[in-house]
Nanobody, 123 residues
Framework: VQLQASGGGLVQAGGSLRLSCAAS????????MGWFRQAPGKEREFVAR????????YYANSVKGRFTISRDNAKNTVYLQLDTLKPEDTAVYYC?????????????????WGQGTQVTVSS
């Protein structure tokens, strides 16, 4: 699976962004999808996950209530809506695909990764 993330940018605190991740190469609906992020000098961290069908979602506590993950299997795309952004949300955001069902939040569980998109939130 090839993944292409986009939609990052510079936004003021309290603002919103919508990230997209387009997939190609294998049946998209066979994969659960996740978003991770990595801030400068910090380890990569889990942000959100959505099941193959889109019926189940899971969020890190730090983004719960502010971020929304969704997917459109007809368009082979997963989205991450970022609302009420904070400066501490500044990071490179990565999408990833996981061919195994269940709640998996460790990055090493995911088989395919996109190239990342930069999100910068100014105070």
């Amino acid at each position: 699976v090839q993944l292409q993330a986009s939609g990052g940018g510079l936004v003021q605190a309290g603002g919103s962004l919508r990230l997209s991740c387009a997939a190609s190469g294998r049946p998209f609906s066979n994969y659960a999808m996740g978003w991770f992020r990595q801030a400068p000098g910090k380890e990569r961290e889990f942000v959100a996950r959505i099941s193959e069908s889109g019926e189940s979602t899971y969020y890190a506590n730090s983004v719960k209530g502010r971020f929304t993950i969704s997917r459109d299997n007809a368009k082979n795309t997963v989205y991450l809506q970022l609302d009420t952004l904070k400066p501490e949300d500044t990071a490179v955001y990565y999408c990833a695909a996981d061919g195994v069902e269940g709640l998996r939040i460790l990055g090493r569980s995911y088989q395919y990764w996109g190239q990342g998109t930069q999100v910068t939130v100014s105070s």
